[in-house]
């Protein structure tokens, strides 16, 4: 169940109880339905929290991104947001994919605040998730790689 509907079913029941009290002669169940009337009216016309309208905007300033090895092959992008964004905000996340089968390769990359790719690095390397080790690095820039592969210093 949504954790929203568990909240308006709680919200209801308290509603009709306090009705009940307040009137008396109206029957329980009719003071039921006015509790989930007015709960979902207030639902519905609240403003939403700072923490929803948050997730959508991109983090402005010092960012760094890391490789993710390891993932577990049917993990999703919000997934993987969703844990690296305990330590901070995330900007993106891009799940490799193999171009010929379009079937993910096991591992990603997680663009994110520095302070918070530092806390994840440290919490998230040899993490278990969902029964797979994860590898938690900061990535390297194609340019140092092939720096590496030819032996010179760019």
């Known amino acids: 169940m949504q954790k929203s509907f568990l909240i308006?079913?709680?919200i209801a029941v308290?509603?009709?109880v306090a009705l009940s009290q307040f009137?008396?002669?109206l029957?329980?169940?009719?003071?039921?339905v006015a509790g989930v009337i007015i709960?979902?009216?207030?639902f519905k016309f609240a403003p939403e929290t700072s923490s929803a309208q948050s997730s959508d905007e991109q983090y402005v300033g010092p960012t760094m991104t890391l490789y993710v090895g390891n993932l577990p092959y049917r993990v999703h992008e919000g997934e993987v947001k969703v844990l690296f964004g305990e330590f901070g905000?995330?900007?993106s996340v891009r799940l490799v994919r193999d171009r010929k089968t379009g079937r993910r390769k096991g591992f990603g990359f997680v663009e994110m605040s520095e302070s918070?790719?530092?806390k994840a690095m440290v919490k998230l390397n040899d993490y278990n998730f969902q029964?797979?080790?994860?590898?938690?690095r900061e990535a390297k820039t194609q340019d140092s790689e092939g720096a590496e592969r030819t032996g010179t210093d760019e």
């Open 131 to 136: 029964e797979r080790t994860l590898k938690v």
């Open 27 to 32: 029957p329980a169940y009719i003071a039921f």
């Open 116 to 118: 918070g790719a530092q």
């Open 23 to 25: 009137a008396s002669t």
């Open 14 to 16: 308290l509603g009709a």
């Open 89 to 91: 905000p995330v900007n």
């Open 39 to 42: 709960t979902t009216l207030v």
């Open 8 to 10: 308006v079913l709680i």
